[in-house]
């Protein structure tokens, strides 16, 4: 499902992601775009792809807030069908939670 989103997303300088997209056939699309792959590869990996520690470190902050999301139910479980009302509780989210 990556590449349907990054399709339809405007094309970034570099793409920040796990483990689970280290995929020759990702990478290869990546790099036809001129997109930077900041992508750690697996444990199974014979050569390691070199990968960007410092913009890699930046991953962490957004996987925080996904956490932190993830504490409110309501959200975590999707219980909002529509798109509305969706933004609708994560701007009421983020309007009472502390984001330090």
């Known amino acids: ?8 997303a405007a094309r970034p300088r570099r793409l920040i992601a796990d ?15 001129h997109i930077k792959a900041v ?3 697996t444990a199974t990996r014979t ?7 410092r913009a890699y470190r930046r991953r962490n ?17 999707r219980y909002d069908r529509l798109a509305r009302n ?3 509780s994560l701007a009421l989210i983020a309007t009472i ?3 330090t």
């Open 1 to 8: 499902m990556a590449l349907p989103l990054l399709q339809a």
């Open 61 to 77: 902050i957004i996987e925080r807030l996904f956490c932190r999301l993830k504490n409110w139910r309501r959200l975590a479980t």
């Open 39 to 41: 992508i750690p590869s």
């Open 47 to 53: 050569v390691p792809h070199p990968i960007d520690h």
């Open 86 to 88: 969706c933004l609708a």
């Open 19 to 33: 483990k689970a997209y280290d995929a020759e056939s990702l990478r290869r699309w990546l790099k036809d775009r």
């Open 97 to 99: 939670s502390e984001w």
